[in-house]
T-cell receptor
Framework: NAGVTQTPKFRILKIGQSMTLQCTQD?????MYWYRQDPGMGLKLIYY???????DKGEVPNGYNVSRSTTEDFPLRLELAAPSQTSVYFC??????????FGSGTRLTVV | DQQVKQNSPSLSVQEGRISILNCDYT??????FLWYKKYPAEGPTFLIS?????DKNEDGRFTVFLNKSAKHLSLHIVPSQPGDSAVYFC????????????FGTGTRLTVIP
């Protein structure tokens, strides 16, 4: 049972480039989330989804986009990367409760 | 503004002793609280939770205490083991079934053998 899988684990982007962070879960969870963790800070919610075709903004959505075409996948898109988006990104999923399962994270550096 | 605060960035404890990790929150509407544990290069994993209708929840070596009047919760680990060395995040939610958690900044626990 893989749980929540995130790819890539590490990435360096140049300012202005774009990329997609992939997230897949195999637990048939309906809720999925994207968080970012900056040094010395707690996790902050970027976007979340309560089911396929439904997404909503979290606390820090600016500069990001998401889609949820299937229950399993919840990719996070960065357009025009900025140094302020240097962070560790965590994807998570849950089945309508607090049993969040997190992926192992993607460390992104924008230079 | 940080609604959930962990004022101690780090804590060192001798193996076998008690570890006490603290968490304060500002929003009195929070009604569900959780602790997550995170090892390096891994995602956070759920450890223990407590509903606002309780003041204590116990699971093996881990106990969470909630003081609603003080807006304070704590995680006790007894006895502490070297494998407990990790970053611990406190989190709070506004309502049961809510799809947003507010996380604290984390406390790095080091258990010294």
């Amino acid at each position: 049972n893989a749980g929540v899988t995130q790819t890539p684990k590490f990435r360096i982007l140049k300012i202005g480039q774009s990329m997609t962070l992939q997230c897949t879960q195999d637990m048939n969870h309906n809720y999925m989330y994207w968080y970012r963790q900056d040094p010395g800070m707690g996790l902050k919610l970027i976007y979340y989804s309560v089911g396929a075709g439904i997404t909503d903004k979290g606390e820090v959505p600016n500069g990001y986009n998401v889609s949820r075409s299937t229950t399993e996948d919840f990719p996070l898109r960065l357009e025009l990367a900025a140094p302020s988006q240097t962070s560790v990104y965590f994807c998570a999923s849950s089945y309508e409760d607090y049993g969040y399962t997190f992926g192992s994270g993607t460390r992104l550096t924008v230079v | 503004d940080q609604q959930v605060k962990q004022n101690s960035p780090s804590l060192s404890v001798q193996e076998g002793r008690i570890s006490i990790l603290n968490c304060d929150y500002t929003n009195s509407m929070f009604d569900y609280f959780l602790w997550y544990k995170k090892y390096p290069a891994e995602g956070p994993t759920f450890l223990i939770s407590i509903s606002s209708i309780k003041d204590k929840n116990e699971d093996g070596r881990f106990t969470v205490f909630l003081n609603k009047s003080a807006k304070h919760l704590s995680l006790h680990i007894v006895p502490s083991q070297p494998g407990d060395s990790a970053v611990y995040f406190c989190a709070a939610s506004l309502q049961t079934g809510a799809n947003n958690l507010f996380f604290g900044t984390g406390t790095r626990l080091t258990v010294i053998p």
